[in-house]
């Protein structure tokens, strides 16, 4: 059964600095993983997603990677904003199993 | 513009009542979502359908039910068998994996949710 991982559970950064948000999970045959942003009370924003034929994909300020192999992924944020706090989360789709595994999430806070 | 409409966006209910929760899109995809998101929980998947009048229990589908009777319309019935009901509800869709060829991503929309409190 896959297991999606994020960890640190919460993270705080200065205004401006670049940060790396991770994501692992155990079972390597994927057929897409996708990063997600989520405010207060909302629902999730699609921020970007890799096919498991792609090695990254940028948006922007927003760059993720990923390691089928290692079974890692990571989201680049650059210069960070304020506006950039939010929980993101992965979520992973399996080769022949049309169903997201998510992971339980990273809660960002950029200080002023 | 096309998306996907949740509501109520809250509700409130009293134990032993049943509620249904509405989820509408109009973004002609083929496949729609239930998920249920608890604090420090990561997404779970109630039920999910690929195509109308079809749908299959996700990872926790006791004490829910739906129907699919048309492609825009998936509602979930929370039901008085759920035993711990009180969470926030999340619809989303996507295209159907391999309906189009290459240019299906698989990629999910999410609606706003419905945070459902049991009194």
């Known amino acids: 059964k896959q297991e999606v991982t994020q960890i640190p559970a919460a993270l705080s950064v200065p205004e401006g600095e670049n940060l790396v948000l991770n994501c692992s999970f155990t079972?390597?045959?994927?057929?897409?993983l996708q990063w997600f942003r989520q405010d207060p009370g909302k629902g999730l924003t699609s921020l970007l997603l890799?096919?498991?034929?792609?090695r990254e994909q940028t948006s922007g300020r927003l760059n993720a990677s990923l390691d089928k192999s290692s079974g890692r992924s990571t989201l680049y944020i650059a210069a960070s904003q304020p506006g950039d706090s939010a929980t993101y989360l992965c979520?992973?789709?399996?080769?022949?199993?049309?169903?997201?595994?998510f992971g339980t999430g990273t809660r960002l806070t950029i200080i002023p | 513009d096309g998306g996907i409409t949740q509501s109520p966006k809250y509700l409130f209910r009293k134990e032993g009542q049943n509620v249904t929760l509405s989820c509408e899109q109009n973004?002609?995809?083929?496949?729609m979502y239930w998920y249920r998101q608890d604090p420090g929980q990561g997404l779970r998947l109630i039920y999910y359908?690929?195509?109308?009048?079809?749908?299959q229990k996700g990872d926790i589908a006791e004490g829910y039910s739906v129907s699919r009777e048309k492609k825009e319309s998936f509602p979930l019935t929370v039901t008085s068998a759920q035993k711990n009901p009180t969470a926030f509800y999340l619809c989303?869709?996507?295209?159907?994996?391999?309906?189009?060829?290459?240019?299906?991503?698989?990629?999910?929309?999410f609606g706003e949710g419905s945070r459902l409190t049991v009194l």
């Open positions: 989303a869709s996507s295209i159907l994996i391999g309906r189009w060829g290459q240019k299906n991503t698989g990629e999910l929309f």
């Open positions: 079972d390597s045959a994927i057929y897409n």
């Open positions: 890799i096919q498991s034929s792609q």
């Open positions: 979520a992973v789709m399996d080769f022949g199993n049309e169903k997201l595994t």
């Open positions: 973004l002609n995809h083929d496949a």
């Open positions: 359908s690929q195509i109308v009048n079809d749908f």
